[in-house]
């Protein structure tokens, strides 16, 4: 009994593999194996892909008890507030939730997910344009530079600095991106 138990539990955790192998598809228990996919926002043919390949072991799948467990699973992940989640983890809409509930809140969370992304970006090219900067007033305080050289360096000096009064005046806004009126959800009952 605990050899099963522990059997399944490992087939649970590696239900996220493309395929199963032949011990596992001798074991399976497909309602959970659909529950887990659905769970995890599988698309329901990556599922049965999975599934039906026990059949090179000789093994036949109850496809009718993975689409109960898949239907079942899915009802839990098309959750608006998994759909928030799912957005706010930067995944992508993969299409499964038939709902527009889902939809919204994942729209939510990935608009506060690429508002995070976009923040990083800025420090990160911030941090990229004053170390530049730095270098450029060093080789333009050296004696040894030619006047076309110092003409370059103070074309990208000026660059750099509108570039940077661009990227600062973006960064100030963003705050405001978080003041915007949030998706009111609407559960179904």
Not at 53 to 73: L, M
Request: some cysteine.
């Amino acid at each position: 009994m605990i050899k099963k138990c522990v059997f399944s539990l490992a087939l649970i955790t590696l239900s996220g593999c493309t395929s199963l192998s032949q011990e596992e598809c001798a074991y399976a228990n497909w309602q959970q194996l659909g529950y887990d996919h659905g769970q995890s926002g599988k698309t329901y043919s990556q599922g049965v892909d999975t599934v039906t390949a026990c059949q090179e072991f000789g093994i036949s799948p109850d496809v009718a008890q993975y689409k109960e467990g898949y239907n079942n699973g899915l009802r839990y992940y098309c959750k608006p507030e998994n759909g928030f989640a799912v957005g706010i983890r930067g995944e992508s809409f993969n299409g499964v939730c038939n709902s527009k509930q889902f939809r919204k809140a994942w729209e939510e969370g990935n608009d506060r997910y690429q508002v995070e992304v976009r923040k990083t970006e800025i420090k990160n090219r911030l941090d990229t344009i004053n170390r530049r900067l730095e270098v450029i007033r060093s080789e333009l305080s050296a004696a040894n530079i030619s006047s076309n050289e110092r003409a370059v360096l103070i074309n990208e000096q000026r660059d750099l600095d509108d570039e940077r009064n661009d990227l600062r005046r973006e960064r100030a806004l963003i705050p405001l991106l978080n003041k915007l009126p949030s998706v009111h959800i609407d559960y179904e009952l």
